[in-house]
């Protein structure tokens, strides 16, 4: 089978291979920054914590993040709006405010569920009393899941009765 040659300009060669590094840069810098379906690798607070409780275990660090990120929205809408810099800088600052907030509440839910370092919480709060068991697939296993790390009480096993 014959693979297909590209017939590029000589000039194209340097750019091509420029991004082709930089596009495996930037894969091996990927940070996923999305909630984990695996089991935590921390102890676990609340496995399902509400709003109240994840704004009670804000700290101070969240709160400054937040205050950081309002700001800089601010200073940026600021920068940007030329003819109506006031109104521009405080929209900017109120869709700052907002992905602040949501930034936070994820923080502090992944803290409480154990998807973060939380050793604070588990002094303050202490753990629940059922942690998830992390087990391995079973090797050779037709249909291994992804992770590897996945136990029944973070994804049960289906109940087929229900599909009848």
Same mark, same amino acid.
């Given at each position: 089978?014959?693979?297909?040659?590209?017939?590029?300009?000589?000039?194209?060669?340097?750019?091509?291979?420029?991004?082709?590094?930089?596009?495996?840069?930037?894969?091996?810098?990927?940070?996923?920054?999305?909630?984990?379906?695996?089991?935590?690798?921390?102890?676990?607070? +609340?496995? %399902?914590?509400?709003?109240?409780?994840?704004?009670?275990?804000?700290?101070? %660090?969240?709160?400054?993040?937040?205050?950081?990120?309002?700001?800089? %929205?601010?200073?940026?809408?600021?920068?940007?709006?030329?003819?109506?810099?006031?109104?521009?800088?405080?929209?900017?600052?109120?869709?700052?405010?907002?992905?602040?907030?949501?930034?936070?509440?994820?923080?502090?839910?992944?803290?409480?569920?154990?998807?973060?370092?939380?050793?604070?919480?588990?002094?303050?709060?202490?753990?629940?009393?059922?942690?998830?068991?992390?087990?391995? +697939?079973?090797?050779?296993?037709?249909?291994?899941?992804?992770?590897?790390?996945? %136990?029944?009480?973070?994804?049960?096993?289906? +109940?087929?009765?229900?599909?009848?």
């Amino acid at each position: 089978m014959m693979e297909r040659m590209e017939v590029l300009p000589e000039w194209a060669l340097p750019i091509r291979r420029t991004f082709f590094l930089a596009m495996k840069n930037i894969q091996k810098h990927t940070i996923i920054t999305t909630m984990p379906f695996g089991d935590p690798k921390f102890t676990v607070v +609340n496995p %399902s914590p509400d709003v109240d409780q994840t704004i009670r275990s804000l700290r101070t %660090s969240d709160y400054l993040a937040a205050a950081f990120m309002t700001g800089a %929205s601010w200073s940026y809408g600021y920068m940007v709006g030329k003819p109506t810099r006031m109104a521009t800088a405080s929209t900017a600052m109120a869709l700052g405010m907002t992905c602040a907030g949501m930034m936070v509440l994820q923080n502090g839910r992944a803290r409480l569920r154990g998807y973060r370092e939380n050793e604070k919480e588990v002094k303050k709060y202490g753990a629940w009393p059922v942690q998830p068991e992390i087990k391995a +697939n079973e090797p050779g296993s037709r249909f291994p899941t992804a992770t590897g790390l996945t %136990s029944p009480s973070v994804k049960p096993p289906l +109940n087929w009765r229900n599909y009848d």
